[in-house]
Structure formats: C-alpha cells, structure tokens
C-alpha cells in the first residue's frame, strides 16, 4: 500500500500517469488529452475509487474525473497544497441577540474537504460555521444539533417524527427561532409534513440547504444560511418556510410556505418556486419585505402543537396512458392504506383502471385525486371521466401538490382510519396547503424566445 502524500488516494494506472509526468497532488496543472485540454488543481482521490481517473478541480469550480488513457501531457504550472479544513473559532455570544438552533439532517451548508476520501463534507460545529461564515455572529447566537446524517432521499417518517420532536423540545426550551439544514431533493416534503406535525409554533421554523457546495465558487451556501438564520432570529413568521434563493444572482432569498413550495429545477439555485400561489417574503441581509399578510405570527409564548405520526403504506401513483391496473392491484395485495392519485388534466385516468380502483374502495383504501400539472385544481366534476372516478372512491384534494397530499395522507392515517375522519383532515386546509383561489399571478411560466419576453427578461440577466 502506498502512503505517500505527494500521491494520496492515488493507486496503480493513475499513480503511474501522475509519477510518469512528475506532477502531484495539489499541483496545478495544464492536460493535454484525446479530448480536449483542462487546466486546474489535481485533487486527492478517495481511498476506494477506481485507478482510471484523475480529479481535477478546474479553475471554474467544477470537479471532473479525466480519463488517464486519454492523456498525453500534464505540465505543473504551480503547486500548493490546499487546506480544505475550515477554521473553527469560537462562537461569539451576545446576551442581546436571539437564540437561534440549528439542526442537521445531512444538507451541506458549510463544506470542507475530507483527505481521506477526497469527497466534500459538511462543517457544522458552531466554531466551524463561524469560521466559515462569519457573518452569523451578527445576526444571532447559534446552537447547532446534528439530528441525522443521511442524503435527502433517505429522509423518511423516522427522521420526519425525530425532527419534529427535537423542535418540540427547543421550542420548550425557549429558542428564538430554527434552522434545519436539508439537502434540496427532498426539502419540499418534510417542510410539507413538519407543516402538518408541528402546528402553532411561536417561533419561525426555517428550511434551508444549498444546490452547490461550499468548495465551489458559485455556491449559494453561505448567503442561504445567513438569510435562514435572519428568518430564524428576526422574522415575524411563526410558520414552517423553505429559505432559498430567489433570483440566480445573489441578491436575496425567497421564503416559500412549507405546503406550497417545490424544487422546480434539477441544478439552478433559484429552484424552489412558490406553486398557484405567491411567496411569502423575500429576506435579504438587509432585512425583509413581506409580500402578504395572512402568515402565522411570532408568539412570546413556548407552547406548541406537536402531532408527529405518520402511516408508511402511503404512495404516489403518477398516472400516464395506458396504465396497467395491476400498479393499483399491487398496492392493494401488499397492504396500503392510502394512495395519491397524480392525474392528467382536471384529475383523471383511464378507463382500464376502474376494477382496480373499485377494488381498492372495497378494500377501504384511502384515494385522493391531485394533478400532475401542478398549478390549478382538481375538477372531477366537469367530464363524465371525473364523476365516474368519484363514484369508486377516489375524493378530489382541491389544489394540494401531489407530494404534499402524499404526506398529509400520511399524517392523517396516522391519526385515524375511519374514513370520514380522514377526509375531514384532508379537505380541511391546516397550513395552506389549500387555497381557495389561484392569485392572478400565482400561475407564472416564462416561454424564452419570446421578444416580450426576452425583453424582459434582459433588465434582469446579465
């Protein structure tokens, strides 16, 4: 086994290229390859990759893996070893700023590099936060609690009623307001489901992560985070709220209601949009504008609402055309409880599904019927198609996002299987989850192309 620091993580074909062009680790280099020539700093590899590959960090702050077959040349154009670890100073207190506690769920917000995998991994000790983002001393005095260390798609009902408690007891505990630190894929359910499980709280409740990683010069982490933390200590809403960036540059962040808000874009940092409906604020360091009245307000109090339960047989079915009814056959073998039904247009499927779904009202399966088309509302009542689909069980959910209604199902079959009881939790709007209309500018999509458009859209892009 080498242990070589000039070669760390480096093994075989790709420790050879590397000793074969006399270049090292942290070395910042020029490649010359069969596809084309990259210039940035070789990068340690972690200790299970493969032997083929050679990291490089490129001048732009994108990692990416070279071939070593396809190089020709490297030429070292300087060299000097990063330190990835962030500097931990101690967290300033100051007994006339708010309590603000932080929790981790597995989301990057401050990063560093790990050396002994190459990977990027989350700094999130208070001393390491301060190093890393000074700025939060101003703002508040900063508890941090990492309740779980898992990539958003493996959070699920455990870590929803775990998160939900820890805020209960913070809130008890007389915090001025919480952050939770979430990886983006999944930030909009458990936003939703915290929304349903902890009810009335007096203190914001703020979401936040970020779509690119502190190491990366375009990362929207820090400004996130400063933001979320001034939502937490200084806002005046006492509701559950994803804080994320608003437009792609780094003027401000947008706070998104829990049940109305979705990731909209796969790597954009603006993803997270407000859906059939506005934001509720926009945040920035230099305070906020609040474009709407109807939010739960800031309480002097420590009493909280906190019903954290959840029913796992609970799924999403997303309707497309000619869909076998055996998918819904399945789900009724295996014992599920509850299904949400994504339908086309105003809430619909085909007729091959009807047996199946007959089947499933008569085994007591909670069905509900939202829209794949996200903005706009269910309207079973309009075409023979929705009113037969009623008639074997399936209940419209107004104007709820599929993925919201999949949590409140769940939420509520945590409560009570009675089915009446259920569809009294499900058509009653708790946190706003169901509007009772759409804002004439709830419903924005921008076709680029258009001169219009693209007229407008030049004031802003530069």
Not at 16 to 38: H, I, M, P
Request: proline residues 5%.
């Amino acid at each position: 086994m080498i242990d070589n620091e000039n070669y760390k993580g480096y093994r075989d074909k790709a420790l050879s290229t590397l000793k074969n062009f006399s270049v090292r680790v942290w070395s910042d280099v020029k490649v010359a390859t069969t596809r084309g020539d990259f210039s940035g700093i070789i990068l340690p590899r972690s200790e299970t990759a493969d032997d083929r590959h050679i990291v490089l960090k490129l001048h732009n702050g994108y990692n990416v893996g070279i071939g070593v077959d396809t190089i020709t040349a490297i030429t070292e154009t300087g060299y000097k070893k990063a330190n990835y670890k962030i500097p931990e100073k101690a967290f300033p207190y100051n007994s006339k700023k708010p309590r603000v506690k932080l929790f981790g769920t597995g989301g990057t917000i401050a990063s560093r590099l790990d050396y002994r995998t190459g990977a990027v991994i989350p700094a999130f000790s208070p001393g390491e936060l301060y190093g890393s983002v000074p700025e939060l001393a101003d703002i508040c005095n900063l508890e941090t609690e990492k309740l779980y260390g898992v990539f958003s798609e493996n959070m699920g009902p455990e870590q929803w009623i775990g998160t939900a408690q820890a805020i209960g007891r913070e809130i008890e505990n007389g915090v001025d307001g919480i952050v939770i630190g979430h990886g983006t894929d999944t930030m909009h359910h458990t936003a939703a489901v915290l929304s349903f499980m902890v009810q009335d709280t007096p203190v914001p409740i703020v979401m936040v992560g970020s779509q690119r990683s502190s190491d990366r010069p375009s990362s929207d982490a820090a400004i996130n985070l400063i933001n979320a933390a001034k939502t937490a200590a200084e806002s005046d809403i006492a509701e559950v709220v994803v804080c994320m960036f608003g437009p792609t540059s780094d003027q401000y962040d947008l706070l998104h209601r829990g049940t109305r808000v979705r990731k909209m874009h796969s790597s954009y940092r603006s993803t997270f949009r407000t859906i059939s409906d506005i934001p509720i604020a926009m945040v920035s360091p230099q305070g906020f504008e609040y474009f709407r009245n109807d939010f739960k307000r800031r309480r002097k109090d420590k009493k909280v609402n906190l019903n954290p339960v959840f029913e796992e047989k609970i799924s999403i079915v997303y309707y497309y055309p000619n869909m076998k009814p055996d998918i819904i056959d399945a789900l009724v073998d295996n014992g599920y409880k509850g299904i949400v039904i994504a339908g086309t247009g105003l809430g619909h499927v085909n007729k091959p599904l009807y047996p199946a779904l007959k089947r499933a009202q008569q085994k007591g399966i909670a069905m509900y019927m939202t829209v794949q088309t996200l903005w706009g509302y269910v309207q079973m009542y309009v075409y023979d198609t929705g009113r037969d689909i009623m008639e074997l069980g399936v209940i419209p959910a107004a104007n709820m996002l599929p993925e919201v209604a999949y949590v409140k199902l769940g939420w509520a079959l945590g409560q009570t299987t009675d089915p009446e009881q259920v569809k009294d939790i499900m058509l009653t709007s708790i946190c706003g989850e169901i509007t009772e209309r759409e804002p004439h500018n709830g419903y924005l999509i921008f076709q680029g192309g258009i001169p219009e458009v693209e007229q407008f859209i030049s004031q802003y892009w530069k």
